[in-house]
């Protein structure tokens, strides 16, 4: 399926910027870009943090069974989805998949994107938050089944 092929592509793209960013920043260097500074972080736990206390197996494990719960609704209900709801489908699948697989390492997700007034965070928040509000939309601007649209 297409869509689980673009959400490949977005997850792999993913980790080669994280892998870029620990690669120049492992020495404690960052990079001043106005409102980001770029700086090499780690995410033990999930959104913002929460769940950094627990164990890295449980938040694998949470995140896993999530991230297969919306694989099986984003294939299952992909033919209904208009374009826009698939784009974001593929977003929010292919940003979950790459902080996923980030994590399996036991130390957290490499976050690199800093502003000082919101979380650090990486490329895969933004496809993933880009991807909500896009299948978000695309829901509510699908015409309705038997409405006449």
């Known amino acids: 399926m297409v869509l689980l092929l673009w959400a490949a592509v977005l997850a792999a793209s993913d980790l080669v910027v994280k892998a870029m960013a620990e690669a120049l920043l492992s020495t404690g260097a960052t990079t001043d870009l106005g409102p980001i500074n770029i700086r090499l972080l780690y995410n033990l736990g999930v959104a913002f943090s929460?769940?950094?206390?627990?164990?890295?197996?449980?938040?694998?494990?949470?995140?896993?069974l999530i991230i297969a719960a919306l694989t099986w609704y984003t294939v299952s209900t992909a033919p209904s989805m208009t374009g826009l709801?698939?784009?974001?489908?593929?977003?929010?699948l292919g940003g979950a998949t790459g902080n996923f697989i980030d994590r399996l390492d036991g130390h957290g997700v490499v976050d690199y994107l800093h502003s000082g007034w919101f979380p650090t965070f990486n490329l895969a928040d933004v496809f993933v938050t880009t991807g909500v509000a896009l299948l978000v939309m695309g829901t509510i601007l699908s015409p309705r089944a038997g409405t006449g649209d």
């Not at 709801?85 to 929010?92: D, E, I, T």
């Open 50 to 64: 929460l769940g950094a206390d627990l164990a890295p197996w449980i938040v694998i494990a949470a995140t896993g």
């Open 85 to 92: 709801s698939r784009a974001g489908s593929a977003l929010l």
